[in-house]
């Protein structure tokens, strides 16, 4: 395959970037003062090595998680639902996942493994009820019923948040679903970050390997089919990678915006839309936005900055400069 | 015509799951190596859901469609998929690859669920993209392509396949009279190169161009298929279309003429 050699640099740089950024944001934070930790202090002041090991440093790996897996998910589901325009969100996941973190708060327990274990199940229960949906749908095809379950399902649990945080005490409960809601990583510790990693690089590996496969299944059905695909399998298999990804890191960091869908889309633009190079370009580049938006929310302010509205402004700026300034890159026909 | 046909059906029934009536009643036909086939007929006459069929997307009702010598449904999707390609009428591609990234997922039935393309993929992408004569696209992406450059795109993804069989359906409906004869030129010497070819057309100039036999279709049923000489004449193809047209003879080529009365 001729890869365009800016290609290949676009992929180098981003194979470069990611591990220099990881390691500059361990350092770089809120203590003693606002900006760098010089390596040196660590071993003067036990209390900063304590913090870097147990807080930084698994709040960097987390958001490098969520930003490749995020990303990742997003690209394959734009694929296997030849849509551009869809994100991981979409099929009721994170509006199930949001609907269990905020029972949780109100019924379960507040405990971030509480939280996360309901968030995740509520997740997984929002992609079942779409997809037992979709199965009863007389209308249109399967892409179109897909979507159209997705949708009723999200508003279904969107309702159900509305009514939870109607009923939460808006003293203690509330501002907690809010923040969840808003998404951000300032809970996690080694305790919840672990817990969600074999299932989210188990996903991720699955969707890496089958990347090419991506390709196929991106074409129309009877295409697909007559290339000796078993569509209706194989879009399976990816999709539960893809959603279970999701929901591992849904249930860690709450709703984070936009990635899902901005990514890809830069990946597309930086190495091709051949799901070989765009896959691990979105693995990489979500990896960094995320990282990048994280080391903000943690250290602009004093307080914490949400993560999800980070993402959110930054993603749709760059979504706005995409579609206004370049044009979504998609065929006419 | 002489030796054994890659590709046959022998009473055809079919109708769709949740469908009372008959798509395809009784079809019969036999196809040959080497040979450009055209199935003709009017809008709704069956032709497309003939070619699902073939490729297996649907099971018939009744009847048995053999390829290659066996049975279809002794076919694995795999082995199938290296026995025949499809053109489809159009391909929406929602997202933007280049023209060589796109004829190599012809190269899908030679690779496994989780197997890249080889040098040996890309080596045949790149004789196929010769073979249709658009080598020089390899690097463009497909949103930059015209009709006539998609249409051959098309073809060149089913010629990466290497399958003896090519379905293709309504091949030149949205071309321009220069892009028809290019893909019907093509089309011709694919057939000479010794691939069966089987096409649908609502438009029989397009058989006349190109075909060897031509099957007469209306209302899920065949009501001629012979040669082109035999099928293609005045009172066969007012009978398939339902409407007045003449198939005149100028200088030894035939033409066929809607007959519009009031000129």
Known sequence: ?333 | MSGKPILSLHHVWFSYPNGSKDVLRDISLEVHPGTANAVLGPNGAGKSTLLHLILGLYPPQRGEIRIGGRPLTAHSRQSLSRQIALVPQREHIPFDFRVLEYVLLGRTPYLDFLQMPGPEDIQAARRALERVGIADLADRRVSALSGGEHQLVLIARAVAQETPILLLDEPTAHLDLANKRRILSLLGSLAAQGTAILFTTHDPDTALAVADTCILMRAGHILHQGSVDDVLTTEKLTQTYETPLHVLSVDGTRVVLLDFPSR
């Open chain 1, 1 to 333: 395959m001729t890869l365009r050699s800016h290609h290949r640099t676009g992929f180098y740089l981003l194979l470069v970037a990611l591990p220099v950024a990881v390691a500059l944001s361990v350092f770089f934070g809120r203590y003693p003062r606002p900006g760098w930790l010089s390596p040196d202090s660590l071993q003067a002041d036990p209390l900063a090595a304590q913090l870097l090991w147990n807080l930084r440093l698994p709040r960097v790996m987390a958001a490098v998680l969520v930003g490749a897996a995020l990303s990742a998910s997003g690209l394959t589901l734009q694929m296997l639902f030849r849509n551009p325009l869809v994100e991981p969100g979409f099929l009721g996941v994170s509006q199930g996942a949001a609907f269990g973190a905020a029972f949780s708060i109100l019924y379960l327990g507040r405990s971030a493994p509480t939280i996360q274990a309901s968030a995740a199940a509520f997740a997984l229960l929002g992609l079942w009820l779409t997809y037992f949906l979709a199965g009863r749908l007389r209308y249109g095809g399967w892409i179109l019923r897909m979507v159209l379950a997705g949708i009723a399902v999200s508003a279904l649990f969107s309702a159900g948040v509305g009514m939870l945080k109607y009923l939460a005490d808006p003293l203690t409960q509330l501002p907690e679903i809010t923040f969840w809601l808003l998404g951000g990583l300032w809970s996690t510790r080694w305790r919840n970050f672990l817990p969600v990693l074999p299932l989210t690089i188990l996903s991720l590996t699955v969707l890496f390997l089958a990347r090419w496969r991506l390709n196929v299944l991106s074409l129309e059905e009877e295409t697909a089919f007559s290339l000796g695909a078993a569509p209706g399998r194989e879009r399976l298999v990816l999709l539960l990678a893809a959603v279970g990804a999701t929901a591992a890191v849904v249930s860690l960091a709450g709703t984070v915006g936009w990635v899902g869908l901005i990514v890809p889309h830069l990946s597309r633009r930086f190495v091709g839309a051949d799901a070989r190079r765009a896959l691990p370009a979105a693995l990489l580049l979500g990896s960094l936005f995320v990282l990048l938006c994280d080391d903000i929310a943690r250290t602009l302010s004093a307080g914490e900055i949400p993560l999800g509205i980070l993402t959110s402004l930054f993603g749709a700026a760059a979504f706005l400069v995409i579609l206004t300034r370049l044009g979504i890159q998609s065929p006419r026909h």
